[in-house]
């Protein structure tokens, strides 16, 4: 479990294919405290670290993960937001953020407004998703590359996020421009309460 607050960019140092998986060697300042089998949230997928080595470390995706998120399209030097697991006694400073990635969205559009940027995603869900809740409201919740961020201008298929300087500078938002590819993870309530509603006609 997760909470949408990136703790830092790691870089990815290498990407190694076998078979149907890839293996992604990242590097960050944590990875010290890092143990195998721990997991780890990049780009907001939770993956499980496999090895560690000084300053790096490796973790791999499956293909269903592959197809469902951007992981596939990082390589060496590529920037990915990082979160390790919340604890349990510690203050939830996003949301409730599981570590699992519904779809992709692409950038549309970036404005800068005093210091602070605007991003405007499309996403292409189909309609037996919309109906289990995979949409956003406004002012609710939505992870982007595994940041908890507040939705502005919700509609059907897009929507628009406010990034502080901060964030900009402490992600890879900084990276993100039109064209780039997001991954996208709804309001866990959101979705049990479209379920309940389902369930009781």
Do not use: W
Not at 9 to 17: F, T
Not at 24 to 39: A, G, M, R
Not at 52 to 71: F, P
């Amino acid at each position: 479990m997760f909470s949408g607050i990136v703790e830092e960019p790691g870089r990815v140092l290498a990407v190694e294919r076998e078979g149907s998986n890839v293996t992604f060697t990242i590097q960050c300042s944590f990875t010290p405290e890092l143990k195998v089998d721990q997991s780890v949230a990049h780009n907001g997928v939770c993956l499980t670290v496999t090895s560690i080595d000084g300053d790096h470390y490796t973790v791999t995706a499956i293909q269903e993960t592959l197809d469902r998120s951007n992981l596939g399209d990082l390589k060496p030097g590529s920037l990915v937001n990082l979160e390790r697991c919340m604890v349990m006694n510690g203050r939830l400073d996003g949301h409730i953020v599981q570590g699992h990635v519904d779809c992709t969205a692409t950038c549309t559009k970036v404005e800068e407004l005093d210091g602070s940027h605007y991003f405007t995603f499309r996403y292409s869900a189909p309609k037996e998703l919309i109906a289990k809740g995979y949409v956003t409201v406004e002012k609710g919740s939505v992870t982007v590359n595994g940041v908890s961020l507040t939705v502005c201008d919700s509609e059907a298929d897009q929507f628009r996020v406010a990034i502080i300087p901060y964030t900009f500078e402490h992600t890879n938002f900084q990276q993100i421009k039109e064209g780039t590819r997001v991954n996208l993870e709804f309001d866990i309530i959101g979705k049990y309460i479209f379920r309940m509603k389902e369930l009781m006609g």
